[in-house]
């Protein structure tokens, strides 16, 4: 499903363990989800939830603080140290890494995956 044509069901975004271009970037695009559903009328129908491999959903404390607040206002739940490890497209089911190794299988509707970043070898190794 697109964002446009969901209308209920468990949306999960993600957001790697690794560094990535725009640190704000999964979470943006969570926020215009919720915002979208919102504004379809759907919203109430629509269980989002926020999965980051990251002790936190943002490494900037002070912004971290702001942007907890901004998720509970908008009913997205969020879970830290969670690594996304597994997708069975089919099954609609994505599973995560906990940080004990506890392997966690969540349910989907739709999702949105922020891929693992990193440098290409040539540039690492230089």
Request: charged letters at 20%.
């Amino acid at each position: 499903a697109n964002i446009q044509a969901m209308k209920g069901g468990k949306a999960i975004f993600t957001n790697p363990a690794t560094a990535v271009n725009c640190g704000g970037a999964p979470q943006k695009i969570c926020y215009l989800a919720e915002d979208a559903w919102r504004s379809a009328g759907v919203r109430s129908n629509i269980d989002v939830s926020f999965f980051t491999a990251t002790p936190g959903i943002f490494a900037c404390p002070s912004y971290r603080v702001e942007l907890e607040k901004i998720m509970k206002s908008k009913d997205i739940q969020y879970f830290v140290k969670m690594n996304l490890v597994e997708v069975d497209g089919d099954a609609k089911v994505a599973t995560f890494k906990a940080e004990g190794g506890e392997l966690v299988s969540k349910n989907f509707d739709f999702l949105h995956v922020t891929p693992p970043m990193g440098a290409p070898d040539f540039v690492k190794n230089s």
